[in-house]
């Protein structure tokens, strides 16, 4: 949609310019309003997450199914994250440092989050036996 709006400002009659410009901008009001209630919506509904003292289990996808693995061992740090859409909706992001990726659990309710983010960083202060 950016280079459509950017091929737009090179037409030389500023008459389709308007029009373009107008047809673009409410094409991308429309896939916003489908994309933030529908689509975010079915990725929520399409993740679940398992947090134990020994990994971390995250499974998301709709259409193509992704799971993945994480043991308590090889994360390094936790971290809760909150930017502006999040915050509207009072919710968090989990981000999971480990030696070779970052793995990121969203959105989560904080009470969730701290759970998560409590029952690993507890684990990796425990001492090796």
Do not use: H
Request: hydrophobic share 50%; aromatic share 8%.
């Amino acid at each position: 949609m950016a280079v459509l709006g950017g091929g737009i400002c090179f037409l030389p009659d500023v008459m389709w310019r308007g029009i373009l410009g107008s047809v673009v901008a409410a094409l991308a009001i429309i896939s916003l309003c489908i994309e933030l209630p529908w689509l975010n919506r079915k990725e929520v509904q399409s993740c679940s997450y398992t947090v134990t003292p020994d990994f971390v289990y995250i499974s998301r996808g709709w259409l193509w199914r992704r799971s993945t693995t994480i043991p308590t061992a090889q994360i390094l740090n936790v971290e809760i994250v909150q930017g502006p859409l999040l915050r509207m909706f009072d919710v968090v992001s989990v981000r999971f440092t480990c030696i070779s990726e970052v793995e990121a659990l969203r959105p989560l309710e904080w009470s969730a989050a701290e759970l998560a983010r409590t029952t690993v960083l507890l684990t990796r202060a425990e001492p090796l036996e």
